[in-house]
Protein backbone atom coordinates (compact mmCIF):
# COMPACT_ATOMS: atom_id res chain seq x y z
CA UNK A 1 0.00 0.00 0.00
CA UNK A 2 1.04 3.48 -0.62
CA UNK A 3 -0.01 6.50 1.33
CA UNK A 4 1.07 9.88 1.01
CA UNK A 5 0.19 12.97 3.59
CA UNK A 6 0.24 16.63 2.21
CA UNK A 7 -1.43 20.13 3.69
CA UNK A 8 0.75 20.13 7.07
CA UNK A 9 1.74 24.05 7.41
CA UNK A 10 2.77 26.72 10.31
CA UNK A 11 -0.04 28.04 12.05
CA UNK A 12 -1.14 29.62 15.07
CA UNK A 13 -2.57 28.90 18.09
CA UNK A 14 -6.47 28.47 17.51
CA UNK A 15 -5.51 28.11 13.22
CA UNK A 16 -7.21 25.51 11.37
CA UNK A 17 -5.43 22.85 9.21
CA UNK A 18 -6.68 19.98 6.90
CA UNK A 19 -4.57 17.15 6.24
CA UNK A 20 -4.94 15.04 3.45
CA UNK A 21 -3.57 11.53 2.59
CA UNK A 22 -3.86 9.86 -0.53
CA UNK A 23 -3.99 6.10 -1.28
CA UNK A 24 -3.66 3.01 -2.97
CA UNK A 25 -7.25 2.23 -4.25
CA UNK A 26 -7.54 -1.06 -2.07
CA UNK A 27 -6.57 0.90 1.24
CA UNK A 28 -10.14 2.24 1.21
CA UNK A 29 -11.35 -0.97 2.61
CA UNK A 30 -9.10 -0.74 5.61
CA UNK A 31 -9.15 0.60 9.03
CA UNK A 32 -7.74 4.21 8.01
CA UNK A 33 -6.22 6.24 10.84
CA UNK A 34 -3.32 8.87 11.89
CA UNK A 35 -1.20 9.64 13.99
CA UNK A 36 1.17 12.45 15.53
CA UNK A 37 4.90 12.33 16.16
CA UNK A 38 6.72 15.00 18.81
CA UNK A 39 10.21 15.70 18.90
CA UNK A 40 11.73 13.28 21.91
CA UNK A 41 8.12 11.63 22.22
CA UNK A 42 6.15 7.94 21.49
CA UNK A 43 4.52 8.13 18.15
CA UNK A 44 0.46 8.54 19.26
CA UNK A 45 -3.05 7.35 17.84
CA UNK A 46 -4.90 10.52 17.28
CA UNK A 47 -8.25 9.29 14.95
CA UNK A 48 -9.91 6.38 13.26
CA UNK A 49 -12.26 5.53 10.88
CA UNK A 50 -13.23 2.33 10.20
CA UNK A 51 -14.78 0.38 7.08
CA UNK A 52 -18.15 1.15 8.40
CA UNK A 53 -17.64 4.62 9.35
CA UNK A 54 -16.89 4.41 12.95
CA UNK A 55 -14.56 6.90 14.42
CA UNK A 56 -12.16 7.09 17.29
CA UNK A 57 -10.11 10.23 18.53
CA UNK A 58 -7.79 10.49 21.15
CA UNK A 59 -9.27 12.00 24.53
CA UNK A 60 -6.74 15.23 23.65
CA UNK A 61 -8.59 16.22 20.63
CA UNK A 62 -12.13 14.94 20.71
CA UNK A 63 -13.90 18.11 19.53
CA UNK A 64 -11.26 20.14 17.94
CA UNK A 65 -10.18 17.13 15.02
CA UNK A 66 -12.96 15.24 12.52
CA UNK A 67 -11.28 12.31 10.54
CA UNK A 68 -13.05 11.77 7.39
CA UNK A 69 -12.73 9.82 4.06
CA UNK A 70 -13.44 10.35 0.30
CA UNK A 71 -13.32 6.94 -0.98
CA UNK A 72 -13.98 8.31 -4.59
CA UNK A 73 -11.13 10.04 -4.07
CA UNK A 74 -8.89 7.40 -2.25
CA UNK A 75 -8.31 9.92 0.47
CA UNK A 76 -8.17 10.52 3.80
CA UNK A 77 -8.60 13.92 5.91
CA UNK A 78 -7.97 15.00 9.24
CA UNK A 79 -9.79 18.43 9.65
CA UNK A 80 -7.68 20.18 13.10
CA UNK A 81 -9.26 22.78 14.13
CA UNK A 82 -8.75 25.59 17.38
CA UNK A 83 -5.03 24.23 17.51
CA UNK A 84 -2.60 24.43 20.26
CA UNK A 85 1.02 24.50 20.79
CA UNK A 86 0.92 21.05 21.83
CA UNK A 87 -0.78 19.61 18.89
CA UNK A 88 3.13 20.43 17.09
CA UNK A 89 4.13 17.39 15.65
CA UNK A 90 4.65 15.01 12.31
CA UNK A 91 1.46 13.19 11.21
CA UNK A 92 1.11 10.45 9.72
CA UNK A 93 -1.29 8.41 8.10
CA UNK A 94 -1.47 4.75 8.48
CA UNK A 95 -3.78 1.93 7.63
CA UNK A 96 -4.11 -1.74 8.36
CA UNK A 97 -6.52 -4.83 6.36
CA UNK A 98 -8.06 -5.35 9.99
CA UNK A 99 -10.71 -3.81 11.97
CA UNK A 100 -9.66 -0.55 13.99
CA UNK A 101 -8.43 -1.63 16.85
CA UNK A 102 -9.99 -0.33 20.29
CA UNK A 103 -6.10 1.27 21.38
CA UNK A 104 -4.81 2.88 18.43
CA UNK A 105 -1.53 1.65 19.02
CA UNK A 106 1.63 1.95 16.50
CA UNK A 107 2.27 -2.31 15.95
CA UNK A 108 -1.64 -2.87 14.96
CA UNK A 109 -1.28 -0.88 11.52
CA UNK A 110 0.78 -2.44 8.77
CA UNK A 111 1.19 0.95 6.20
CA UNK A 112 2.32 4.24 6.93
CA UNK A 113 2.64 7.10 4.75
CA UNK A 114 6.19 9.86 5.50
CA UNK A 115 4.57 12.41 7.41
CA UNK A 116 3.56 16.45 7.58
CA UNK A 117 5.00 18.62 9.82
CA UNK A 118 2.53 20.70 11.92
CA UNK A 119 3.85 23.57 13.53
CA UNK A 120 1.53 25.66 16.18
CA UNK A 121 3.20 28.79 17.69
CA UNK A 122 1.13 30.32 20.70
Known amino acids: AHLVESGGGSVQSGGSLRLSCVFTEYVSSYCLSWFRQAPGKEREGVASIDLDGTRNYADSVKGRFTISQDKGENTLHLQMNSLKPDDTAMYYC??????????????????WGQGTQVTVSS
Open 94 to 111: AATPYLCPDQLVVTAFNY
